[in-house]
């Protein structure tokens, strides 16, 4: 059994609930399910409301969360590919992540990649079991604390201290 792992960062708190869109595929739904239900998790334990909506694939992620852009303060990719018989897998791995990162930095999007990218259907229960890796839960936090770093740095120099805290540390206007 594979360990847990991540960055180890502390949830990051807010005065107001952010509120988070997961945008899941649920082309092996009872992936899907574990990686949604990581996601909840996190997103409550750190005072987030979030809502859902399904996509029929990998590829339809992005352009979701770039529709529901101005929306929502930020955003949960949710999804598995797993490797077949073709080169359609490099296609949607690359392009899913790709997309998301443009969307992330062109746009100044939050957004938290939870699209597994595996060799078998074991390898994907493993990471999305919140059990076990907790995959969808990590890209839960990960958007969490993408929107902490948007706020701090989104707010003018001198702000209020406290407002928030990044990785267990108060946010100490100036900084």
Same mark, same amino acid.
């Given at each position: 059994?594979?360990?847990?792992?991540?960055?180890?960062?502390?949830?990051?708190?807010?005065?107001?609930?952010?509120?988070l869109l997961l945008?899941?595929?649920?082309?092996?739904?009872?992936i899907a399910d574990m990686l949604?239900?990581?996601?909840?998790a996190a997103a409550e334990a750190a005072g987030a409301s979030h809502e859902l909506i399904e996509v029929p694939g990998a590829l339809e992620?992005?352009?979701?969360? !770039?529709?529901?852009? *101005?929306?929502?303060? =930020?955003?949960? +990719?949710?999804?598995?590919?797993?490797?077949?018989?073709?080169?359609?897998?490099?296609?949607?791995?690359?392009?899913?992540?790709?997309?998301?990162?443009l969307l992330g930095i062109d746009r100044a999007l939050c957004i938290?990649?939870?699209?597994?990218?595996?060799?078998?259907?074991a390898q994907a229960e493993v990471r999305a079991d919140p059990a !076990?890796?907790?995959? *969808?839960?990590?890209? =839960?936090?990960? +958007?969490l604390h993408l929107l902490a770093l948007k706020r701090r740095f989104s707010a003018p120099r001198g702000g209020r201290p406290g407002e928030f805290m990044l990785a267990g540390d108060p946010l100490v206007g100036g900084v």
């Open positions: 059994m594979a360990e847990p792992h991540g960055p180890g960062l502390a949830l990051p708190r807010f005065e107001d609930g952010p509120t945008v899941a595929a649920p082309f092996y739904r009872g949604i239900a990581g996601a909840r992620i992005p352009t979701a969360i !770039r529709l529901a852009e *101005g929306r929502y303060d =930020a955003f949960v +990719a949710l999804g598995c590919v797993i490797r077949g018989e073709t080169t359609h897998y490099e296609t949607v791995c690359n392009d899913s992540s790709r997309t998301l990162a938290g990649n939870g699209i597994l990218t595996v060799e078998n259907q !076990r890796m907790n995959k *969808g839960g990590g890209a =839960a936090e990960a +958007a």
